[in-house]
């Protein structure tokens, strides 16, 4: 069993930056791939980006990429999503996942049912 906790969340302006984190608990961490998924009000969820367990595979929606950055340390258990040049469209609940495989599952880890845990997430607010 893994626990996921999200921090970093907060409320930023259009354009300026924020840095997420997730730490993980139980399990073996450095074998599963690790992804993050957002949720805004009234929407589905939906994807972010997913690392693989070594960090050689790295897939983004096409919505963030070029604007966030997901990395991870296997050593402090940990993944991180950075985020710049956000936009109002970026505020959302969002939420770290652990995938069941190292690499990320189906096409480009972009479903939510291939990922066994979840956090809790952090809310993320950008104004215009």
């Known amino acids: 069993q893994v626990q996921l906790v999200e921090s970093g969340g907060g409320s930023v302006q259009a354009g300026g930056s924020l840095r997420l984190s997730c730490a993980a608990s139980?399990?073996?961490?450095?074998?599963?791939?690790m992804g993050w998924f957002r949720q805004a009000p009234g929407s589905q969820r939906e994807f972010v980006a997913v690392?693989?367990?070594?960090?050689?595979?790295?897939y983004y929606a096409n919505s963030t990429k070029g604007r966030f950055t997901i990395s991870r340390d296997n050593a402090k258990r940990s993944v991180y999503l950075q985020m710049n040049s956000l936009k109002p469209e970026d505020t959302a609940v969002y939420y770290c996942?652990?995938?069941?495989?190292?690499?990320?599952?189906?096409?480009?880890?972009?479903?939510?049912?291939?990922?066994?845990?979840w956090g809790q997430g952090t809310q993320v607010t950008v104004s215009s």
């Open positions: 996942a652990a995938d069941r495989s190292p690499y990320p599952s189906g096409v480009g880890g972009e479903k939510r049912e291939f990922y066994e845990y």
């Open positions: 139980g399990g073996t961490f450095s074998v599963y791939a």
């Open positions: 690392i693989s367990w070594n960090g050689d595979t790295i």
